[in-house]
């Protein structure tokens, strides 16, 4: 869907009338890969600016190419994935993305309404990711922790470097190491079906709740059949649109559109620009008053405009409405 976004902003803010075209690249999901292509990207001389999803948040390395390319005069900012702007304050002007903390709270606070609502008033709990460095993995899974409290321990935090079949054996080993967990969360977008599988495959579902992020067309499908409880999902799609929005500013020197988009720049957060959250439920849980989630339930977790709560059936007809089959 990002990239979907980002060719939507390149038509709409008409890139080909400045001779610019919009390339959404993807590496072998190591550090190593970011590094080495952001030193080819130094050695380029038709590089107008460069958008990066940061992999690991306090890689030096990582940081370092940024600044090299910065200072060689191409913009730089980070999507999705930042750096570690308390080592690194200087190492982007921008980043676009979602308050990941606030997601992870949001996640957090709908796990504890859907286990309270399942008479499991304490107990344990699971969180897997690719890679527990990442900024946006640690602070969803810091964000869940906090919002699930005290009552709910938090077992562990397994790490698969995105290896898909990885992510499945974490599951299993975690269903035996911890036979008595009674929740698994899903922090990247594999995760979900990752772990949908490995409970359905064991049938664990009874005994456990499913809490995840981001919506893969595999995990759509698990919701619909009843093997995911909610997702917390991004708006990468206009992450996609604004990144593009954002470079093509900086790059023509457009003041105006930067301080539109980061009116409060100087300020404490205030160098991020955020797209925006969905909490989708199953369609059974719509107009249901015996339904574990309330949109004024989560009102603590969140700001007013940073929440939609959505139904499946709602959410895939937006996906439909583009094309997509994901998020």
């Known amino acids: 869907m990002l990239n979907a976004g980002l060719q939507a902003g390149a038509e709409k803010y008409d890139l080909a009338g400045s001779k610019i075209e919009v390339i959404m690249e993807k590496n072998n999901a190591t550090a190593q890969g970011q590094i080495n292509r952001l030193r080819q990207l130094v050695t380029q001389a038709d590089v107008a600016g460069v958008a990066i999803s940061v992999i690991q948040a306090e890689n030096v390395a990582i940081v370092e190419e940024m600044k090299r390319l910065a200072e060689k005069g191409v913009p730089v900012i980070t999507v999705d994935g930042d750096i570690n702007g308390n080592l690194f304050p200087d190492a982007r002007p921008f980043y676009i993305g979602t308050d990941n903390s606030i997601a992870g709270r949001l996640l957090g606070t709908a796990a504890k309404k859907v286990l309270e609502s399942r008479g499991v008033d304490e107990g344990g709990f699971i969180q897997f990711t690719g890679f527990t460095d990442n900024d946006n993995a640690r602070a969803r899974m810091n964000g869940c922790r906090d919002a699930l409290g005290k009552n709910y321990n938090e077992l562990d935090r397994m790490a698969d470097s995105f290896d898909h079949s990885r992510a499945r054996d974490n599951v299993r ?105 969905r909490l989708i439920i199953p369609d059974d849980w719509a107009g249901n008053s015996n339904a574990p989630i309330a949109a004024k339930d989560l009102e603590s977790a969140t700001s007013a405009g940073t929440l939609e709560v959505l139904t499946l059936s709602v959410f895939r007809e937006w996906l439909k409405k583009y094309g997509l089959s994901s998020s």
């Open 173 to 277: 080993t975690a269903l035996v190491n911890h036979p008595d967990v009674n929740a698994l969360v899903g922090i990247w977008a594999y995760n979900a079906p990752a772990i949908a599988e490995v409970v359905v495959e064991r049938r664990a579902r009874d005994q456990i709740s499913i809490f995840t992020f981001d919506a893969a067309a595999q995990a759509i499908e698990h919701m619909k059949n009843g093997h995911i409880d909610c997702m917390i999902v991004q708006n990468p799609f206009e992450m996609g649109v604004q990144t593009v929005r954002l470079l093509l500013a900086m790059v023509e020197e457009q003041d105006a559109v930067i301080a539109e988009m980061f009116p409060n720049s100087n300020e404490p957060g205030g160098d991020k620009y955020t797209t925006g959250l």
